[in-house]
T-cell receptor
């Protein structure tokens, strides 16, 4: 049972490049989400999904796209990377769309030059 | 919208001493409350959670937290700290809207353990 798997773990991009952070879970969780973590800011919600085909914006959605075609996968796309998107990104899933207890991946560290 | 305040950015505790990390939340209804711990370079691990019922909840690694509605607080405690407890601790509040919940996190408290 792998839990929540994120790839890649590290990535360096140039400003304007696009990329996709992958997230997969094998726990059959309906709820999945993406957070970014910045020093002194805690974790901020980017996008979330309550099931396949359903996504919604969180607190800081600008510059990011998501889709949820399957229960298992929830990729995060950066359309045109900016230095302000340098951060550590965490994917998290939950067995319940109401109680919100989250299981986290190990994170993806992104640097935009 | 819900919010979480962790007033202490850093706390240093001697090994073997007791620990209390503060958390205050703002939410109009009964919240779901969580404490997570993050070791360097790792993801977040759930320590404990409060949904309803007994306001004193026990978690893993000897941690406990008490929900005090009158003070809008959910402070984390441990009677005797071990060096391995050094990490960053996050309090989070879950808010239910339209039948689903999102978690809002505090900015974290870094715990340093001195010998």
């Amino acid at each position: 049972n792998a839990g929540v798997t994120q790839t890649p773990k590290f990535q360096v991009l140039k400003t304007g490049q696009s990329m996709t952070l992958q997230c997969a879970q094998d726990m059959n969780h309906e709820y999945m989400s993406w957070y970014r973590q910045d020093p002194g800011m805690g974790l901020r919600l980017i996008h979330y999904s309550v099931g396949a085909g359903i996504t919604d914006q969180g607190e800081v959605p600008n510059g990011y796209n998501v889709s949820r075609s399957t229960t298992e996968d929830f990729p995060l796309r950066l359309l045109s990377a900016a230095p302000s998107q340098t951060s550590v990104y965490f994917c998290a899933s939950s067995y319940s769309v109401t109680t919100g207890e989250l299981f986290f991946g190990e994170g993806s560290r992104l640097t935009v030059l | 919208a819900q919010s979480v305040t962790q007033p202490d950015i850093h706390i240093t505790v001697s090994e073997g001493a007791s620990l209390e990390l503060r958390c205050n939340y703002s939410y109009g209804a009964t919240p779901y409350l969580f404490w997570y711990v993050q070791s360097p370079g790792q993801g977040l691990q759930l320590l404990l959670k409060y949904f309803s019922g007994d306001t004193l909840v026990q978690g893993i690694k000897g941690f406990e937290a008490e929900f005090k509605r009158s003070q809008s607080s959910f402070n984390l405690r441990k009677p005797s700290v071990h060096w391995s407890d050094a990490a960053e601790y996050f309090c989070a509040v879950g808010a239910v809207g339209s039948g689903y919940s999102t978690l809002t996190f505090g900015k974290g408290t870094m715990l340093l353990v001195s010998p």
